[in-house]
């Protein structure tokens, strides 16, 4: 039983922070841009998390105006590393998210709007861009991935390396090791002795604890010897 809750502990933990790292880090889309607008979002309920807090005000309002970009992408595979050759919709918000999680740090909401708007094209002549982003997107509970850049492209078929992502898990690699190899040391040369030490001194009152009794019972005895 021991074994099951620990197996599921693991795939729970280690399941929360794939889908945390997978909605965080950046993804980078090949798109075409059909449209942009904006449109006024209620925030009442739970999916408020999936929208950004870039101020104090933003996160206390039960409704706001969000800008929009609609656009074409190009299908992949793979976490986005191989594109399918097929096309698909897609949504993006655009948000800042100023100073708070995630920390893109984006404050140019606008200038993005206008880049994007820029890249508008039709389906007959059209103008491909990378659109980096953070986010879900689910039609069920109405969450859009956040834009943070776009730029274009010269042709759909570009191959995007997700260099940020490489640097952070090889970074996340680095540290787990390090951390573990630092916890290993400090064990063997501060945890590993100390708590030789208490069994030790444990052992020595446990004898000396049933030394004591062992006194006792033969004091004890030879009294009962007597009568």
Request: proline share 4%; net charge neutral; no cysteine.
């Amino acid at each position: 039983m021991l074994t099951y809750l620990k197996w599921t502990f693991r795939i729970v933990l280690w399941s929360t922070l794939f889908a945390l790292a997978h909605y965080t880090l950046p993804q980078h889309d090949v798109v075409r841009v059909v449209n942009t607008y904006q449109e006024r979002q209620d925030l009442g309920d739970w999916t408020r998390i999936f929208w950004a807090h870039p101020d104090d005000q933003a996160a206390n309002l039960a409704n706001r105006d969000v800008q929009f970009i609609q656009t074409v992408r190009r299908k992949t595979w793979l976490l986005g590393f191989y594109q399918t050759g097929g096309e698909e919709t897609m949504v993006y918000r655009n948000e800042d998210t100023g100073w708070s999680w995630p920390f893109y740090f984006k404050f140019d909401t606008a200038n993005l709007q206008t880049e994007a708007d820029d890249l508008r094209s039709e389906k007959e002549n059209p103008e491909w861009a990378v659109m980096t982003h953070y986010g879900w997107r689910n039609e069920l509970w109405s969450t859009f991935p956040n834009a943070v850049a776009i730029r274009p492209v010269d042709a759909p078929d570009v191959t995007v390396i997700p260099w940020f992502n490489i640097f952070f898990f090889v970074f996340v690699v680095v540290a787990w090791a390090f951390a573990r190899a630092a916890w290993r040391q400090f064990r063997q040369r501060m945890v590993d002795p100390a708590v030789q030490d208490a069994e030790e001194s444990w052992d020595e009152m446990s004898s000396r604890v049933n030394e004591k009794r062992g006194r006792i019972r033969r004091w004890l005895d030879t009294w009962r010897d007597k009568k």
